[in-house]
Protein backbone atom coordinates (compact mmCIF):
# COMPACT_ATOMS: atom_id res chain seq x y z
CA UNK A 1 0.00 0.00 0.00
CA UNK A 2 2.98 2.41 0.74
CA UNK A 3 4.64 1.80 -2.03
CA UNK A 4 1.58 2.10 -4.39
CA UNK A 5 0.71 5.55 -3.06
CA UNK A 6 4.30 6.32 -3.22
CA UNK A 7 4.57 5.45 -6.35
CA UNK A 8 1.39 7.69 -7.34
CA UNK A 9 2.88 10.75 -5.66
CA UNK A 10 6.16 10.70 -7.64
CA UNK A 11 3.53 9.85 -11.11
CA UNK A 12 1.85 13.42 -10.01
CA UNK A 13 4.63 15.23 -10.57
CA UNK A 14 6.72 13.20 -12.95
CA UNK A 15 4.95 15.66 -15.17
CA UNK A 16 4.58 18.82 -13.37
CA UNK A 17 2.70 20.79 -16.17
CA UNK A 18 -0.27 18.28 -16.50
CA UNK A 19 -0.62 17.77 -12.70
CA UNK A 20 -0.56 21.56 -12.17
CA UNK A 21 -3.26 21.89 -14.75
CA UNK A 22 -5.33 19.63 -13.45
CA UNK A 23 -5.08 21.00 -9.87
CA UNK A 24 -5.40 24.51 -11.31
CA UNK A 25 -9.19 23.16 -12.41
CA UNK A 26 -10.30 21.93 -8.84
CA UNK A 27 -8.64 25.13 -7.80
CA UNK A 28 -10.63 27.11 -9.86
CA UNK A 29 -13.92 25.72 -8.98
CA UNK A 30 -13.27 25.75 -4.90
CA UNK A 31 -12.34 29.27 -5.76
CA UNK A 32 -15.58 30.72 -7.89
CA UNK A 33 -17.92 28.34 -5.78
CA UNK A 34 -16.93 29.60 -2.42
CA UNK A 35 -16.72 33.56 -3.63
CA UNK A 36 -20.47 32.96 -5.04
CA UNK A 37 -21.77 31.23 -1.87
CA UNK A 38 -20.13 33.84 0.33
CA UNK A 39 -21.81 36.89 -1.57
CA UNK A 40 -25.18 35.04 -1.34
CA UNK A 41 -25.08 34.14 2.42
CA UNK A 42 -23.56 37.18 2.66
CA UNK A 43 -26.81 39.13 1.27
CA UNK A 44 -28.68 37.46 2.59
CA UNK A 45 -27.34 38.00 6.39
CA UNK A 46 -27.28 41.31 5.68
CA UNK A 47 -31.03 41.62 4.73
CA UNK A 48 -31.90 39.69 7.77
CA UNK A 49 -29.53 41.92 10.29
CA UNK A 50 -31.59 44.87 8.45
CA UNK A 51 -34.92 43.67 9.42
CA UNK A 52 -34.22 41.97 12.93
CA UNK A 53 -32.38 45.83 13.97
CA UNK A 54 -34.64 47.97 11.68
CA UNK A 55 -37.96 46.35 12.88
CA UNK A 56 -39.06 43.23 14.55
CA UNK A 57 -35.77 42.36 16.78
CA UNK A 58 -35.15 38.34 16.94
CA UNK A 59 -37.91 38.06 19.69
CA UNK A 60 -40.84 39.82 20.53
CA UNK A 61 -43.39 39.17 23.67
CA UNK A 62 -46.99 40.52 22.06
CA UNK A 63 -50.31 40.32 23.14
CA UNK A 64 -51.96 36.40 22.28
CA UNK A 65 -54.40 38.90 19.77
CA UNK A 66 -51.70 41.24 19.14
CA UNK A 67 -50.56 39.28 16.08
CA UNK A 68 -53.65 38.54 14.23
CA UNK A 69 -55.26 42.27 15.19
CA UNK A 70 -52.90 44.65 15.46
CA UNK A 71 -54.65 47.78 17.28
CA UNK A 72 -54.17 49.61 20.29
CA UNK A 73 -56.91 47.76 22.01
CA UNK A 74 -54.69 44.04 22.03
CA UNK A 75 -51.32 45.69 23.44
CA UNK A 76 -49.34 43.86 26.14
CA UNK A 77 -49.64 44.34 29.49
CA UNK A 78 -46.04 44.57 30.75
CA UNK A 79 -46.59 42.59 34.01
CA UNK A 80 -44.88 40.93 36.84
CA UNK A 81 -45.41 38.28 35.04
CA UNK A 82 -43.45 38.98 32.24
CA UNK A 83 -40.62 40.21 34.17
CA UNK A 84 -40.15 37.07 35.92
CA UNK A 85 -39.91 35.30 32.38
CA UNK A 86 -37.50 37.42 31.09
CA UNK A 87 -35.27 37.11 34.68
CA UNK A 88 -35.00 33.32 34.36
CA UNK A 89 -33.42 33.67 30.92
CA UNK A 90 -31.37 36.73 31.62
CA UNK A 91 -28.23 35.14 31.05
CA UNK A 92 -29.30 34.42 26.73
CA UNK A 93 -30.64 37.81 26.49
CA UNK A 94 -28.51 41.01 25.22
CA UNK A 95 -31.28 43.03 26.05
CA UNK A 96 -34.89 43.95 25.74
CA UNK A 97 -36.44 46.79 23.69
CA UNK A 98 -39.64 48.34 25.00
CA UNK A 99 -42.12 50.02 22.41
CA UNK A 100 -45.33 51.43 21.45
CA UNK A 101 -46.67 52.13 18.34
CA UNK A 102 -49.94 53.27 17.06
CA UNK A 103 -51.37 55.23 13.88
CA UNK A 104 -52.70 59.25 14.04
CA UNK A 105 -53.16 62.22 12.21
CA UNK A 106 -50.18 64.78 12.32
CA UNK A 107 -50.59 68.64 11.45
CA UNK A 108 -48.87 72.03 11.72
CA UNK A 109 -51.44 75.08 10.66
CA UNK A 110 -53.33 73.63 7.42
CA UNK A 111 -51.24 70.75 6.77
CA UNK A 112 -52.01 67.27 7.75
CA UNK A 113 -50.25 63.90 7.40
CA UNK A 114 -50.84 60.09 8.81
CA UNK A 115 -47.97 59.01 10.31
CA UNK A 116 -46.99 56.10 12.88
CA UNK A 117 -46.38 57.26 16.50
CA UNK A 118 -43.39 55.76 18.33
CA UNK A 119 -42.75 55.20 21.98
CA UNK A 120 -39.12 54.66 22.50
CA UNK A 121 -36.19 54.12 24.73
CA UNK A 122 -33.62 56.32 23.42
CA UNK A 123 -30.74 54.98 24.79
CA UNK A 124 -32.41 50.99 24.12
CA UNK A 125 -33.13 51.86 20.28
CA UNK A 126 -29.27 53.48 19.67
CA UNK A 127 -28.00 49.95 20.95
CA UNK A 128 -30.29 48.19 18.61
CA UNK A 129 -30.35 50.57 15.50
CA UNK A 130 -28.50 53.79 16.67
CA UNK A 131 -30.99 55.53 15.67
CA UNK A 132 -29.89 58.97 17.31
CA UNK A 133 -26.73 58.90 14.79
CA UNK A 134 -29.79 59.72 12.04
CA UNK A 135 -30.43 63.10 13.53
CA UNK A 136 -29.71 65.73 11.09
CA UNK A 137 -31.70 68.40 12.83
CA UNK A 138 -31.65 69.27 16.79
CA UNK A 139 -30.81 66.50 19.14
CA UNK A 140 -32.52 62.95 20.45
CA UNK A 141 -34.74 63.55 23.21
CA UNK A 142 -33.81 61.53 26.78
CA UNK A 143 -36.79 59.36 28.83
CA UNK A 144 -37.43 62.76 31.07
CA UNK A 145 -38.02 65.15 27.53
CA UNK A 146 -41.34 65.90 26.49
CA UNK A 147 -40.76 67.13 22.95
CA UNK A 148 -41.19 64.81 19.48
CA UNK A 149 -38.28 63.69 16.76
CA UNK A 150 -39.76 63.30 13.38
CA UNK A 151 -38.62 62.31 9.71
CA UNK A 152 -37.15 64.38 7.68
CA UNK A 153 -39.39 63.86 4.61
CA UNK A 154 -42.45 64.84 6.85
CA UNK A 155 -40.50 67.61 8.26
CA UNK A 156 -40.63 68.86 4.84
CA UNK A 157 -44.25 67.97 4.25
CA UNK A 158 -45.67 70.08 6.72
CA UNK A 159 -42.92 72.94 6.84
CA UNK A 160 -41.87 71.73 10.66
CA UNK A 161 -38.40 72.50 11.74
CA UNK A 162 -36.66 72.29 14.94
CA UNK A 163 -38.82 74.97 17.27
CA UNK A 164 -42.10 74.44 16.14
CA UNK A 165 -45.33 72.77 17.66
CA UNK A 166 -46.75 69.27 16.33
CA UNK A 167 -50.66 68.33 16.60
CA UNK A 168 -51.06 64.75 17.12
CA UNK A 169 -54.97 63.37 16.86
CA UNK A 170 -55.67 59.64 16.98
CA UNK A 171 -57.32 56.46 18.81
CA UNK A 172 -56.04 55.42 22.02
CA UNK A 173 -56.41 52.14 23.90
CA UNK A 174 -59.88 50.66 24.28
CA UNK A 175 -61.48 53.66 22.25
CA UNK A 176 -59.63 56.68 24.49
CA UNK A 177 -59.49 59.68 22.42
CA UNK A 178 -55.32 60.58 21.51
CA UNK A 179 -54.64 63.79 20.91
CA UNK A 180 -51.59 65.66 22.12
CA UNK A 181 -49.43 69.37 21.29
CA UNK A 182 -45.42 68.25 21.10
CA UNK A 183 -42.42 70.62 20.47
CA UNK A 184 -40.43 69.24 18.02
CA UNK A 185 -36.72 68.65 18.92
CA UNK A 186 -35.65 67.02 16.52
CA UNK A 187 -35.27 65.39 12.35
CA UNK A 188 -34.52 61.94 11.22
CA UNK A 189 -33.72 61.22 7.99
CA UNK A 190 -33.60 57.52 6.77
CA UNK A 191 -33.30 55.97 3.38
CA UNK A 192 -36.55 54.32 2.80
CA UNK A 193 -39.18 56.85 1.71
CA UNK A 194 -42.03 55.42 3.62
CA UNK A 195 -40.00 55.41 6.85
CA UNK A 196 -38.86 59.21 6.14
CA UNK A 197 -42.47 60.40 4.78
CA UNK A 198 -44.66 59.14 8.06
CA UNK A 199 -42.11 58.25 11.12
CA UNK A 200 -42.88 60.64 14.86
CA UNK A 201 -41.20 59.28 17.81
CA UNK A 202 -42.07 60.20 21.07
CA UNK A 203 -40.41 59.36 24.62
CA UNK A 204 -42.33 55.81 25.71
CA UNK A 205 -43.81 57.35 28.74
CA UNK A 206 -44.99 59.91 26.79
CA UNK A 207 -45.88 58.37 24.06
CA UNK A 208 -47.69 55.67 26.87
CA UNK A 209 -49.88 58.93 28.15
CA UNK A 210 -50.60 59.82 24.86
CA UNK A 211 -52.27 56.39 24.00
CA UNK A 212 -53.90 56.79 27.71
CA UNK A 213 -51.92 53.08 27.72
CA UNK A 214 -49.80 53.02 30.66
CA UNK A 215 -47.43 50.44 31.25
CA UNK A 216 -48.24 49.03 28.27
CA UNK A 217 -46.46 48.09 25.41
CA UNK A 218 -46.83 47.39 21.17
CA UNK A 219 -44.37 44.39 21.82
CA UNK A 220 -40.99 43.81 23.65
CA UNK A 221 -37.97 43.16 21.69
CA UNK A 222 -35.77 41.03 22.92
CA UNK A 223 -32.38 40.63 21.19
CA UNK A 224 -29.49 38.02 21.73
CA UNK A 225 -26.03 37.60 21.33
CA UNK A 226 -26.13 34.10 19.51
CA UNK A 227 -29.16 34.23 16.58
CA UNK A 228 -28.66 29.94 16.82
CA UNK A 229 -30.62 30.43 20.10
CA UNK A 230 -33.68 32.33 18.77
CA UNK A 231 -36.04 28.94 18.02
CA UNK A 232 -35.67 27.44 21.40
CA UNK A 233 -35.13 30.57 23.37
CA UNK A 234 -38.45 31.71 21.97
CA UNK A 235 -40.32 27.91 22.87
CA UNK A 236 -39.18 28.41 26.48
CA UNK A 237 -40.25 31.88 27.31
CA UNK A 238 -43.67 30.73 25.67
CA UNK A 239 -43.31 27.90 28.53
CA UNK A 240 -42.84 30.51 31.10
CA UNK A 241 -46.19 32.73 30.20
CA UNK A 242 -49.71 32.45 29.77
CA UNK A 243 -50.95 31.36 25.99
CA UNK A 244 -54.04 33.08 26.77
CA UNK A 245 -52.80 36.17 27.26
CA UNK A 246 -48.83 36.24 25.90
CA UNK A 247 -47.56 35.14 21.98
CA UNK A 248 -43.75 34.95 21.70
CA UNK A 249 -43.18 34.85 18.04
CA UNK A 250 -39.52 34.81 16.32
CA UNK A 251 -38.95 37.24 13.47
CA UNK A 252 -39.60 34.89 10.79
CA UNK A 253 -43.25 34.75 12.64
CA UNK A 254 -43.60 38.49 12.57
CA UNK A 255 -42.22 38.67 8.62
CA UNK A 256 -43.77 35.72 6.81
CA UNK A 257 -43.03 37.55 3.76
CA UNK A 258 -39.89 38.10 4.12
CA UNK A 259 -39.10 34.45 4.92
CA UNK A 260 -41.10 33.16 1.97
CA UNK A 261 -38.75 35.72 -0.52
CA UNK A 262 -35.74 34.48 1.20
CA UNK A 263 -36.66 30.51 0.98
CA UNK A 264 -37.36 31.42 -2.83
CA UNK A 265 -34.00 33.20 -3.56
CA UNK A 266 -31.98 29.68 -1.55
CA UNK A 267 -33.85 27.79 -4.43
CA UNK A 268 -33.04 29.77 -7.00
CA UNK A 269 -29.40 30.48 -5.65
CA UNK A 270 -29.60 25.78 -5.17
CA UNK A 271 -29.70 25.66 -9.11
CA UNK A 272 -27.59 28.30 -10.11
CA UNK A 273 -25.11 26.84 -7.64
CA UNK A 274 -25.83 23.33 -9.05
CA UNK A 275 -25.50 25.03 -12.85
CA UNK A 276 -22.00 26.29 -11.43
CA UNK A 277 -21.09 22.77 -10.29
CA UNK A 278 -21.90 21.21 -13.28
CA UNK A 279 -19.75 23.30 -15.28
CA UNK A 280 -16.93 22.85 -12.76
CA UNK A 281 -17.60 19.17 -12.94
CA UNK A 282 -16.84 19.11 -16.51
CA UNK A 283 -13.82 21.28 -16.25
CA UNK A 284 -12.17 19.02 -13.93
CA UNK A 285 -13.06 16.05 -16.10
CA UNK A 286 -11.94 17.66 -18.83
CA UNK A 287 -8.28 17.61 -17.79
CA UNK A 288 -8.51 14.22 -16.42
CA UNK A 289 -9.25 12.90 -19.09
CA UNK A 290 -7.12 14.45 -21.27
CA UNK A 291 -4.13 13.38 -18.60
CA UNK A 292 -5.50 9.25 -18.79
CA UNK A 293 -5.57 9.70 -22.73
CA UNK A 294 -1.91 10.87 -22.14
CA UNK A 295 -0.97 7.76 -20.20
CA UNK A 296 -2.86 4.87 -21.76
CA UNK A 297 0.91 3.48 -23.64
CA UNK A 298 2.25 3.96 -20.02
CA UNK A 299 -0.65 1.84 -18.37
CA UNK A 300 -0.37 -0.97 -21.21
CA UNK A 301 3.10 -1.12 -20.59
CA UNK A 302 2.49 -1.61 -16.73
CA UNK A 303 0.09 -4.39 -17.18
CA UNK A 304 2.42 -6.12 -19.53
CA UNK A 305 5.14 -6.06 -17.00
CA UNK A 306 3.08 -7.55 -14.47
CA UNK A 307 1.09 -4.68 -12.04
CA UNK A 308 -1.82 -5.81 -11.79
CA UNK A 309 -5.07 -3.67 -12.87
CA UNK A 310 -6.40 -3.44 -9.35
CA UNK A 311 -2.93 -2.00 -8.55
CA UNK A 312 -3.12 0.45 -11.32
CA UNK A 313 -6.64 1.37 -10.41
CA UNK A 314 -5.61 1.93 -6.87
CA UNK A 315 -2.69 4.24 -8.12
CA UNK A 316 -4.81 6.25 -10.63
CA UNK A 317 -7.66 6.78 -7.37
CA UNK A 318 -5.08 7.97 -5.42
CA UNK A 319 -3.79 10.36 -8.08
CA UNK A 320 -6.85 11.90 -8.32
CA UNK A 321 -7.46 12.18 -4.44
CA UNK A 322 -4.33 13.55 -3.96
CA UNK A 323 -4.75 16.27 -6.60
CA UNK A 324 -8.56 16.66 -5.11
CA UNK A 325 -7.16 17.46 -2.06
CA UNK A 326 -4.51 19.78 -3.17
CA UNK A 327 -6.79 21.91 -5.65
CA UNK A 328 -9.83 22.15 -2.62
CA UNK A 329 -7.17 23.18 -0.14
CA UNK A 330 -5.15 25.79 -2.04
CA UNK A 331 -8.45 26.71 -3.49
CA UNK A 332 -10.27 27.36 0.08
CA UNK A 333 -7.17 29.65 0.75
CA UNK A 334 -7.26 31.46 -1.71
CA UNK A 335 -10.77 31.83 -1.46
CA UNK A 336 -10.83 33.10 2.11
CA UNK A 337 -7.96 35.31 1.16
CA UNK A 338 -10.40 36.97 -1.45
CA UNK A 339 -13.44 36.37 0.44
CA UNK A 340 -11.95 38.02 3.90
CA UNK A 341 -10.69 41.02 1.67
CA UNK A 342 -13.90 42.03 0.59
CA UNK A 343 -15.78 40.76 4.08
CA UNK A 344 -13.91 43.58 5.57
CA UNK A 345 -14.00 46.00 2.32
CA UNK A 346 -17.21 45.67 1.14
CA UNK A 347 -17.97 46.95 -2.89
CA UNK A 348 -20.42 50.04 -2.29
CA UNK A 349 -23.21 50.03 -4.75
CA UNK A 350 -24.15 52.83 -7.65
CA UNK A 351 -26.95 54.07 -9.34
CA UNK A 352 -30.24 52.04 -9.81
CA UNK A 353 -29.47 49.20 -8.07
CA UNK A 354 -28.06 50.93 -4.85
CA UNK A 355 -31.57 52.78 -4.89
CA UNK A 356 -33.23 49.44 -4.95
CA UNK A 357 -31.66 48.12 -2.12
CA UNK A 358 -32.06 51.64 0.08
CA UNK A 359 -35.64 51.38 -0.91
CA UNK A 360 -35.60 47.96 0.69
CA UNK A 361 -34.17 49.63 4.08
CA UNK A 362 -30.73 48.25 3.42
CA UNK A 363 -26.94 49.80 2.90
CA UNK A 364 -26.53 49.66 -0.59
CA UNK A 365 -23.00 47.71 -0.16
CA UNK A 366 -22.33 44.24 -1.83
CA UNK A 367 -21.23 42.14 1.40
CA UNK A 368 -19.61 38.89 1.59
CA UNK A 369 -20.17 36.05 4.53
CA UNK A 370 -17.21 34.50 6.40
CA UNK A 371 -19.55 31.65 8.01
CA UNK A 372 -17.42 28.43 8.15
CA UNK A 373 -20.18 26.70 6.61
CA UNK A 374 -19.55 28.64 3.08
CA UNK A 375 -16.19 27.02 3.17
CA UNK A 376 -16.86 23.59 4.35
CA UNK A 377 -19.71 23.09 2.27
CA UNK A 378 -18.35 24.08 -0.87
CA UNK A 379 -14.81 22.64 -0.58
CA UNK A 380 -17.16 18.82 0.43
CA UNK A 381 -19.09 19.67 -2.66
CA UNK A 382 -16.49 20.74 -5.08
CA UNK A 383 -13.84 17.80 -3.30
CA UNK A 384 -17.00 14.91 -4.03
CA UNK A 385 -17.29 16.08 -7.51
CA UNK A 386 -13.77 15.19 -8.00
CA UNK A 387 -13.93 12.08 -6.71
CA UNK A 388 -16.77 10.93 -8.52
CA UNK A 389 -14.78 11.70 -11.67
CA UNK A 390 -11.93 9.60 -10.70
CA UNK A 391 -13.93 6.96 -11.28
CA UNK A 392 -13.43 6.60 -14.87
CA UNK A 393 -9.91 6.62 -14.94
CA UNK A 394 -10.43 3.51 -12.73
CA UNK A 395 -13.49 1.92 -14.76
CA UNK A 396 -11.08 2.85 -17.52
CA UNK A 397 -7.66 0.57 -16.39
CA UNK A 398 -10.23 -2.52 -16.07
CA UNK A 399 -11.71 -2.36 -19.81
CA UNK A 400 -8.00 -1.30 -20.82
CA UNK A 401 -6.43 -3.71 -23.82
CA UNK A 402 -2.93 -3.70 -22.50
CA UNK A 403 -2.06 -5.33 -26.45
CA UNK A 404 -3.37 -2.33 -28.07
CA UNK A 405 -2.30 0.44 -25.69
CA UNK A 406 0.78 -0.63 -25.38
CA UNK A 407 1.14 -0.59 -29.22
CA UNK A 408 0.25 2.84 -29.28
Known amino acids: MKALLTLAWRNLWRKKRRTLITMSSVVFATVLAVILMSMISGMQEQMVDSIVRNTTGYIQIQDGRYHDEPSLDNILEYSDEVKDALIAFEDEIKYTLPRIQGFSLAAKEMGSRGVMVNGIVPEKENMMNNLSSNIVKGSMFTPEDDFAVIAEGLANLLEVEPGDSLILLGQGFQGMTAVGRFRVGGILRFPMPEQNNSMVYLPLEQAQHYFAAPN ?31 AVKTWEELMP ?11 QVAVFAWVLYIVAGFGIFGTILTMLFERLREFGILLSIGLKRSQLAFICFAETLMVSISGVMIGLIAAFAVVYNLHI ?36 VVFIIALVIGIYPVSKVYRLNMVKSSAK
Open 216 to 246: RLSGLIIMVEDEEIVPSLSARLQEKLDTEWY
Open 345 to 380: KPIRLGDELADVMIDMGIEPVLSFSIAPGVFIYQGI
Open 257 to 267: DKLAAFEAREA
